[in-house]
């Protein structure tokens, strides 16, 4: 079989590009082979549905069907297991091959893998898979969330919200702790145990083991917990080990230039994409929803005939119980300096800096800069010594200094 | 391929409960939505901008959370 474009993955960043070529080139044939046995989904909906605020149905967000009558052939299930850049040919796991004229990687990310005794014990909660197998147990009355990342303050609060007692526990200093202060580290803290979910930092688990009653979780500092459930949340693996041997540059990602271009013809997009951003001044992976849609569709027009640069602010919001968390930007690159500027009621706002320019942000709490800080990121605005002054004083508005 | 009928948008409710302030609305259609102090999407402007880009806008939300209705009251998206 032989398409003119061939997106591997089956997430929005996928179906994103897929429908951005269509909307330029009504001819051209569209194939998009997406591993997960379902339609295209969110993500982002599976807490919603876990706690109850959203029915399942809600997750699919582009079926089958209405690919295909855009002229987009998506195949769910469909497994890619080796790439040939160099004879354009992309073999299927049922031992098929497609030959493409222009090839997406968006083949996306999968939840990094508890590797101690017992690991075949652990949930996830990373798939619309995972959520169901969520959903089946049996009623959950102590559960233990491991990791400190934004999917484990989701799984924390979704089985708080279905009634279960929660127990966090982290290796770090606090959740999210690569990217926040001391102070915002906190807030969650609290948000986490005034809902009687508790928050165990610098502690590691060590294995899981099966009892009679349920799970014991064991630390390596000799405790000790029985569980009805372990759920493991240590951040995400790029899904690359299908193109070992392709001719296509591999770091954690798919390495592409700032135009999401890996090779020719070749582009990467979303979760698995390590991407030049000119802003932070090296490639990194922005593994978020936003990152992904506005990817796939950079990609999309890039793959037929545009040559436009990927420079957007991309941004990730969740909310642990009542409190906003927002990552804005870079929030993993290496900066100069971290501005800590406490917001008016509560929170935190973080502005980090790189040389003279704005290039990421955090806010724990209400987030009403959001849209002077996007506008000095997205502007590359270089700070004067009176401004930057302004930025770690609450009393100076930040609307105001926005050029 | 979809019909080619104008698209007509006179009514934006968002969801205040599913919204998570992922902001990809206000990205795409930003003289129709912006974030509130609790980081919720809010309307503006229902004419803010071209209505295939509030569909756009729409359509990019991550929990599903704004509903179009047509000048019949019929829901346009999310699609049912």
Same mark, same amino acid.
């Given at each position: 079989?032989?398409?003119?474009?061939?997106i591997?993955?089956?997430?929005i960043?996928?179906?994103?590009?897929a429908?951005?070529?269509r909307?330029?080139?009504?001819?051209?044939?569209?194939?998009?082979?997406g591993?997960?046995?379902?339609?295209?989904y969110?993500?982002?909906?599976?807490p919603?549905?876990?706690?109850?605020?959203?029915?399942?149905?809600?997750?699919v967000i582009?079926?089958a069907?209405?690919?295909e009558?855009?002229?987009?052939?998506?195949?769910?299930?469909?497994?890619? $297991?080796a790439?040939?850049a160099?004879?354009?040919?992309?073999?299927l796991?049922?031992?098929t091959?497609? $030959?493409?004229?222009?090839?997406? *990687?968006a083949s996306?990310?999968?939840a990094?893998?508890?590797a101690g005794?017992g690991?075949?014990?652990?949930s996830?909660?990373?798939t619309?898979d995972?959520?169901?197998?969520?959903?089946?147990t049996a009623?959950v009355?102590?559960?233990l969330?491991y990791?400190? +990342?934004f999917?484990?303050?989701d799984?924390?609060?979704?089985?708080?919200?279905?009634?279960?007692?929660?127990?966090c526990v982290m290796?770090s200093? !606090?959740?999210?702790?690569?990217?926040?202060?001391a102070?915002?580290?906190?807030?969650?803290?609290?948000?986490?145990?005034?809902?009687g979910? $508790?928050?165990?930092?610098?502690?590691e688990?060590?294995?899981v083991?099966?009892?009679?009653s349920?799970l014991e979780?064991?630390?390596s500092?000799?405790?000790r917990?029985p569980?009805?459930?372990?759920?493991?949340s240590?951040?995400?693996v790029?899904?690359?080990?299908f193109?070992?041997?392709?001719g296509?540059?591999?770091?954690?990602?798919? @390495?592409?230039d700032e135009k999401l271009?890996?090779a020719e013809?070749?582009?990467a997009?979303g979760d698995v994409?390590e991407?030049l951003?000119?802003?932070?001044?090296a490639?990194?992976?922005a593994?978020?929803w936003?990152?992904?849609?506005?990817?796939?569709?950079?990609? +999309?027009?890039?793959?037929?005939g545009a040559d436009?640069p990927?420079?957007?602010?991309?941004?990730?919001?969740?909310?642990?119980?009542?409190l906003?968390?927002?990552?804005m930007?870079a929030?993993?690159?290496a900066?100069?300096?971290?501005?800590?500027?406490?917001?008016?009621d509560? !929170?935190t706002l973080?502005?980090?800096l790189?040389g003279?320019?704005?290039?990421a942000?955090?806010?724990?709490?209400?987030?009403?800069?959001?849209?002077a800080?996007s506008k000095?990121?997205?502007s590359? $605005?270089?700070?004067?010594a009176s401004?930057r002054k302004?930025l770690?004083?609450p009393?100076?508005?930040l609307?105001?200094?926005?050029? | 391929?979809?019909?080619?009928?104008?698209l007509?948008?006179?009514?934006?409710v968002i969801?205040?409960?599913?919204?998570?302030?992922?902001?990809?609305?206000?990205? *795409?259609?930003?003289?129709?939505?912006?974030?509130?102090?609790e980081n919720?999407? @809010?309307?503006?402007d229902i004419? !803010?901008?071209?209505?295939?880009?509030?569909?756009?806008?729409?359509?990019?939300?991550?929990t599903k959370? *704004?509903?179009?209705y047509?000048?019949n009251g019929e829901?346009?998206?999310?699609?049912?």
């Amino acid at each position: 079989m032989r398409v003119d474009h061939l997106i591997i993955g089956g997430g929005i960043a996928g179906a994103t590009a897929a429908e951005t070529i269509r909307q330029r080139d009504p001819r051209a044939t569209i194939r998009i082979i997406g591993a997960e046995r379902h339609p295209v989904y969110s993500r982002v909906l599976l807490p919603h549905v876990a706690d109850g605020r959203a029915k399942l149905e809600r997750v699919v967000i582009r079926t089958a069907a209405a690919l295909e009558a855009k002229g987009i052939a998506y195949d769910a299930g469909a497994v890619a $297991t080796a790439v040939d850049a160099r004879t354009r040919a992309v073999t299927l796991a049922d031992g098929t091959t497609c $030959t493409y004229g222009k090839l997406l *990687i968006a083949s996306g990310s999968d939840a990094r893998r508890f590797a101690g005794p017992g690991a075949e014990h652990c949930s996830y909660f990373r798939t619309l898979d995972d959520l169901h197998s969520l959903m089946t147990t049996a009623r959950v009355g102590a559960a233990l969330v491991y990791g400190g +990342g934004f999917n484990a303050i989701d799984l924390a609060v979704s089985l708080a919200r279905r009634g279960a007692r929660v127990a966090c526990v982290m290796r770090s200093d !606090g959740f999210l702790a690569r990217s926040l202060d001391a102070g915002s580290r906190e807030a969650i803290r609290q948000a986490c145990e005034s809902h009687g979910v $508790t928050v165990t930092s610098h502690r590691e688990l060590r294995a899981v083991e099966r009892k009679i009653s349920g799970l014991e979780a064991h630390y390596s500092d000799g405790g000790r917990a029985p569980f009805d459930l372990v759920g493991v949340s240590l951040g995400v693996v790029p899904n690359v080990g299908f193109l070992a041997g392709s001719g296509i540059a591999i770091a954690s990602g798919v @390495v592409v230039d700032e135009k999401l271009r890996a090779a020719e013809d070749v582009y990467a997009a979303g979760d698995v994409a390590e991407y030049l951003d000119a802003r932070a001044g090296a490639h990194r992976i922005a593994g978020n929803w936003m990152n992904a849609m506005f990817q796939g569709k950079t990609a +999309g027009m890039n793959m037929t005939g545009a040559d436009a640069p990927f420079d957007l602010v991309t941004s990730y919001s969740i909310a642990c119980f009542e409190l906003p968390i927002t990552f804005m930007g870079a929030v993993d690159a290496a900066v100069d300096e971290r501005v800590v500027r406490p917001l008016a009621d509560a !929170g935190t706002l973080q502005l980090f800096l790189k040389g003279e320019r704005i290039i990421a942000a955090t806010c724990v709490g209400p987030f009403s800069d959001r849209a002077a800080v996007s506008k000095f990121m997205s502007s590359g $605005t270089v700070l004067s010594a009176s401004m930057r002054k302004g930025l770690s004083d609450p009393r100076t508005e930040l609307a105001n200094m926005v050029p | 391929m979809a019909d080619k009928k104008p698209l007509i948008i006179s009514k934006i409710v968002i969801d205040r409960d599913l919204c998570i302030g992922a902001a990809t609305c206000v990205t *795409i259609a930003p003289g129709t939505f912006r974030m509130d102090e609790e980081n919720k999407a @809010v309307l503006v402007d229902i004419r !803010g901008d071209e209505a295939e880009t509030i569909l756009l806008g729409a359509e990019s939300c991550p929990t599903k959370a *704004i509903f179009l209705y047509d000048e019949n009251g019929e829901q346009i998206y999310p699609y049912t």
